[in-house]
């Protein structure tokens, strides 16, 4: 899975002409050297990620005690068949509905606000930068609060409408709660890849647009766009999964009246202390995620 | 440069329109933190009178301020190993072609989509199965603890740290860095001199990104954790129990002022050296046309 | 294509360790550790009376420990205590069958169950923690460990209902009607708040059926969903974190949930007189506390002392007024605030409270109610 219109660098362009041989030793040297900057990284995956993640496949097979324990022996695929259960698949579409709108909302407020950093003076927007990601070093459940305080019945938003001589407003406990809380604590995930990608864009591109199509909504659409695609993928996929998986948010904020995916998950390796079942709809996770992460590179490498 | 096609007229407007509302929705819940951080109520939420009090109690308070310790430990090891990890992976995986390319590709991107629970759980399998073996080849006795929280947390940060670096190298004219291999001679000078400012803001992005998801990690480290090594957040889930104080905003505000001191003081040193004419490790400060001068 | 395909092979690949690795898995998965503990048997250690022999490792829920006992021990028997914080009963007890190991652990009751069957708890020595006597007579035979041979109370509540009686009115039916009677929460300006927990609201939609707690019929589990599910429209929120701020700022007029962070909120308003904390008629959850030693402890003799220490009549008064939860301990009662002792009077009266106990391989329908309940 890799950002759209990126191409491996198949070895050394040089201009002075090469015999078939050098070039063979050029690549092989090439790909020696790839393999050993990404070996580090490789080495830490497999131990501390792969193997772990075999073991939690394996668990996905066994069997729950009758204390809850997961019994190593007698492999099924009992906790496979109980995804397919409507009571699942209901869950699990609506979380995906959550995160879609989630990811829009992000992305429609997270790209013009790049942008427009992206635009500033280099000490401006390194500035900017940072305050985005000042109050998100404060304490996740803190901030939680502080939004239920914002959005509850005697919140500010509330005291403003009812002195414009509106209603009180009670955001607290309604899924429009849910996506601001949600909105609030992923946007710095769309806002980092996106900045990351319009800042190095070659702006000669974009004004040789608008001299030939004069527009500047054209040549946005033309170029800019289809040039910070890479940011846009990584920015939709880096919020679209937590906000998949989110349950803190929902229930403080939305009164966890629905059962997301994510809480599901986590009440089947706490309170029912289900390894297997809780294993087994990780990995039907995991697999839908893979699924639409790769179909959405491949609709991101079309726009190209 | 980019200031030539920066946005005029109305759209400028509106985009700055944008950036100031997105700017009071970050802040706004980071106000109503600190103001009740001065309330005087035991109960975070009802409002009595103003005082300092949590804050000294936060001080005097042994719990808070060890767990403060540990996060900051772990968050401060953790994102420093994997934005190194991360960058080279993101490298690699970018502009490099060998074999197990495609697989590591792949496990690159499996730490983001997996549940955290998941991820908690199966660290906990695997610490402690590792431990057993080590125990039982070489009779070295481990537990968890701070170093297992860190070690944790760096398997899920690394594959952030790479998506957002990645965003930014693959968008790089990759014969800019031809151009500075043909100038230099070594091709760890061409990438010090030349890629590694170029990519600096996406490096900058992820190291920000492991940052926070470090300081915010509560399922995780509290699964992988032991003796002596609770950390911030697992002290303030556990508090709901008994009814959230304000002294949790106390710390958070203390943090957060700690947070932009250290951003004033890192940004007054780039000035500082803007002024005595070195070159800063800014992106803008290098052109291809200053590299090949140079 | 070809990325598609790197996924299929990613896979594929982990799938082919999964067959590589089985076995190794299967052999020494965490629950051996079940299998090492029943080695020891559960045996007391052989300790007297406040012998130390170590460092204290204590793992325990956020701040329901008063530091100043902590500090008063330390320096009486001249060891230090190293203090952690869990926050979740399961989080703690899957680090225990890792292999994690700490002196003295502080599960909930029907945890202490799951943790005797699992052989994860070595009995107390009484002859190192002679303030087992000072227990209340209904804290010496609770059902998940009659006798207290594996665990010491340590501090109990109850789960009831918090009434806003400026909303609600001086006069309303003490009983679960108050959160699952549609007619009646539909009277109310806003909705109802109920905790978040399978065994604690399923529990209580049993309850108001008329069913134990600890009912296993799936029949009465499924009305009991049902309950829920038809009294969804009066219930503004599901939670176990704020139901207490929720309260006490007026945002709901009813909120189910502990009684110590009920009284600790109620204390906190302007005017406490317009809240009352109630338990239901029908019945209600008793819950306990207690201390434990694991069988992996490394320094059990300590672990009894500190026991013993925290049993004692004045300790326990000290605690109970720390944290405002209610006093196993029978003879501290008298050094206990008297706000905290009414407030548990009716506790110390009901008689219909019952202890969530673990119901084995039933417990993973508990969870999967509340779910359907909740659509």
């Known amino acids: 899975m890799e950002p759209a219109g990126s191409k491996p660098r198949d070895g050394l362009m040089t201009t002075t002409p090469v015999t078939p041989e050098l070039e063979q030793a050029a690549i092989r040297a090439e790909s020696r050297r790839g393999f050993l900057i990404g070996l580090p990284a490789a080495f830490y995956l497999v131990l501390f990620f792969a193997i772990p993640l075999v073991l939690v496949f394996v668990y996905s097979f066994a069997t729950r005690s009758s204390t809850g324990q997961t019994v190593l022996a007698e492999w099924n695929l009992e906790s496979y068949q109980r995804l397919f259960t409507p009571g699942v698949l209901v869950i699990f579409l609506r ?16 790209y013009p606000f790049a942008y427009y950093i992206a635009t500033r003076t280099p000490r401006v927007r390194n500035l900017m930068l940072i305050f985005v990601m000042i109050p998100f070093w404060s304490n996740f459940l803190v901030r939680t609060y502080a939004w239920r305080v914002l959005l509850g019945s005697d919140g500010p938003l509330s005291q403003l409408s009812q002195n414009l001589g509106g209603e009180p407003i009670r955001l607290l406990f309604t899924n429009s709660a849910v996506l601001i809380g949600l909105v609030y604590g992923f946007m710095p995930f769309m806002v980092l890849p996106l900045y990351a990608a319009l800042e190095r864009m070659d702006w000669r591109l974009v004004e040789a647009a608008r001299d030939l199509y004069a527009d500047g909504w054209t040549a946005f659409r033309k170029v800019t766009l289809p040039l910070s695609m890479p940011g846009v993928v990584a920015g939709s996929i880096l919020v679209f999964i937590p906000s998949l998986g989110a349950y803190v948010t929902p229930a403080l904020l939305g009164g966890a009246k629905t059962v997301g995916i994510g809480d599901y998950i986590v009440s089947q390796f706490l309170a029912a ?30 726009t190209l | 440069m980019n200031e030539g096609t920066a946005p005029r007229g109305m759209v400028d407007r509106v985009l700055a329109l944008n950036a100031w509302v997105l700017y009071i929705f970050f802040y706004a819940p980071i106000l109503v933190l600190i103001f009740f951080s001065f309330n005087d109520n035991n109960n975070v939420a009802i409002w009595t009178q103003a005082s300092f009090r949590w804050y000294g109690e936060m001080f005097q308070n042994d719990n808070v301020t060890s767990a403060l310790r540990n996060s900051l430990i772990v968050a401060f090891f953790s994102t420093i190993v994997s934005t190194v990890i991360g960058t080279l992976l993101a490298i690699a995986l970018e502009r490099y072609r060998f074999r197990g390319r495609g697989a590591l590709d792949g496990l690159a991107y499996l730490p ?80 010090r001199r030349v890629t590694l400012p170029l990519i600096a803001p996406g490096v900058a992005g992820g190291a920000l990104l492991a940052l926070t998801l470090s300081l915010d990690d509560v399922v995780v480290t509290s699964f992988v954790s032991g003796s002596g090594s609770t950390t911030l957040p697992v002290y303030v889930f556990g508090l709901v129990r008994r009814g959230v104080t304000p002294l949790i905003n ?21 000035r500082g050296a803007e002024a005595r004419g070195q070159r800063v490790a800014d992106p803008q400060a290098l052109d291809l046309e200053m590299v090949v001068t140079d | 294509m070809e990325k598609t395909a790197r996924f299929v092979v990613t896979f594929v690949v982990l799938a082919l360790m999964v067959t590589a690795c089985g076995g190794d898995g299967a052999e020494d998965g965490p629950d051996s550790s079940s299998v090492d503990g029943g080695e020891t048997d559960g045996g007391a250690a052989a300790c007297a009376l406040d012998q130390v022999d170590g460092d204290l490792n204590f793992y325990n829920w956020s701040d329901y420990m008063d530091p100043e006992l902590i500090t008063a ?38 945890m202490v169950g799951i943790m005797i069957q699992e052989n ?5 020595n009484t002859d190192a923690v002679p303030n087992m006597a000072n227990l209340g007579e209904r804290f010496t035979t609770l059902p998940y460990d009659p006798g207290n041979v594996y665990s010491a109370p340590y501090q109990y509540g109850t789960t009831g209902l918090g009434v806003n009686k400026a909303i609600v009115g001086e006069d309303f039916p003490r009983s679960w009607a108050l959160i699952f009677n549609p007619e009646l929460t539909a009277t109310y300006p806003s909705g109802v708040s109920v905790l ?19 009912d296993t019929d799936l029949a009465h589990l499924q009305e009991a969903a049902d309950t829920i599910s038809a009294a969804l429209g009066g219930i503004a929120t599901f939670d176990s974190d704020q139901y207490e701020e929720s309260l006490a700022n007026g945002e709901v007029p009813v909120a189910h949930g502990y009684s110590g962070n009920m009284i600790t909120a109620i204390g906190a308003t302007a005017n406490p007189d317009e809240f009352e904390y109630i338990l239901p008629e029908e019945g209600a959850t008793l819950w306990i506390d207690n201390m434990v030693v694991p069988v992996n402890a490394e320094n059990p003799c300590t672990a009894f002392t500190f026991i013993n220490y925290l049993l004692d009549a004045e300790n326990g008064a000290t605690l109970t007024n720390f944290n405002f939860y209610g006093s196993p301990n029978a003879a501290a009662l008298a050094l206990v605030e008297s706000e905290v002792v009414e407030f548990y009077a009716a506790t110390e009266e009901a008689e219909n409270l019952e202890v969530i106990q673990d119901t084995g391989d039933y417990e993973i329908h508990f969870t999967d109610y509340l779910a359907i309940a909740k659509g």
């Open chain 1, 95 to 110: 979380s995906l509905v959550r995160a879609s709108v989630t990811t829009a909302i992000c992305l429609l407020f997270s």
């Open chain 1, 273 to 302: 202390r289900n390894w297997p079942f809780g294993s087994a709809l990780s990995f039907g996770v995991m697999f839908v995620m893979l699924l639409a992460t790769v179909y959405y590179f491949r609709a991101g490498a079309k």
């Open chain 2, 112 to 191: 983001i989509i997996i549940p955290d629970v998941t991820m908690a759980v199966m660290l906990l399998i695997f610490f402690f199965q590792a431990f057993g073996i080590l125990d039982d080849l070489f009779g070295v006795r481990l537990s968890t603890g701070l170093l297992t929280i860190t070690l944790a947390h760096i398997a899920f940060s690394i594959s952030f740290v790479a998506v957002v670096v990645r965003a930014r190298l693959a968008q790089l004219d990759e014969s800019l860095e031809e151009a500075a291999a043909d100038l230099y001679a070594g091709r760890w000078q061409a990438f």
């Open chain 2, 250 to 270: 106390a710390v958070s505000t203390v943090m957060l002022v700690a947070s932009m001191v250290l951003v004033g003081i890192s940004l007054g040193f780039q």
């Open chain 3, 73 to 110: 021990f330390e320096e009486e028997y001249a060891v230090d205590i190293v203090e952690d914080f869990y926050e979740s009963n399961e989080a703690m007890l899957s680090q225990l069958q890792a292999g994690a190991s700490y002196d003295v652990i502080v599960p909930s009751d029907y």
């Open chain 3, 120 to 124: 994860l708890l070595t009995s107390i």
């Open chain 3, 196 to 214: 978040n927990d399978s065994r604690e609201t399923m529990g209580a939609a049993l309850k108001y059926l008329g069913y134990s707690l600890n």
